[in-house]
């Protein structure tokens, strides 16, 4: 997966410049058929926009407690599963394929190019049953666990 990132910053003077314009070099593989480009993160809110260092290296996991996560996930077709849930808010573009999003109690839904996503804690699985790779842009932005009957429903996967 080839995703091009083009990252803004500012010079000695205060004046807007592009630090970073590149092909993605932090790709990697959590799971067969899953490629990740991770894109950026921040820490802490609000988001510090000061300095150089680049921040898609410090990326460890999934999400980022206090911060944000932003990646391109390319889903390969029969891509392995991965029913996970996690304690964020997460925002998702389809930018091509099609997939199928597998929730509780067997429901599916399927998302073509152009949808757009808010998975808002929930166990999900992603499923390519097409011929072709599904690309999705993610923003995951760190978030309180759901609460059931008053206990928190623990992340995981």
């Known amino acids: 997966m080839k995703i091009r990132r083009v990252v803004t910053g500012h010079d000695e003077k205060g004046g807007a410049l592009v630090a970073i314009d590149e092909v993605s070099r932090d790709v990697v593989s959590f799971r067969p058929g899953a490629t990740v480009a991770n894109i950026w993160s921040t820490m802490g809110f609000p988001v510090d926009n000061n300095g150089f260092a680049d ?30 849930r996690t304690d964020s808010i997460d925002y998702a573009v389809v930018l091509s394929g099609e997939i199928d999003m597998t929730l509780d109690e067997g429901r599916v839904v399927t998302l073509r190019a152009g949808d757009v996503l808010v998975q808002r804690g929930t166990v999900h699985n992603w499923i390519n049953r097409s011929d072709a790779p599904c690309v999705i842009a993610f923003v995951l932005i760190d978030a309180r666990p759901v609460e059931h009957d008053g206990k928190p429903l623990p992340a995981h996967g």
């Open 55 to 84: 921040t898609a290296k410090e990326i460890t996991a999934t999400t980022r407690a206090g911060g944000t996560v932003f990646r391109v996930i390319e889903f390969a077709p029969g891509v392995a599963p991965r029913n996970h």
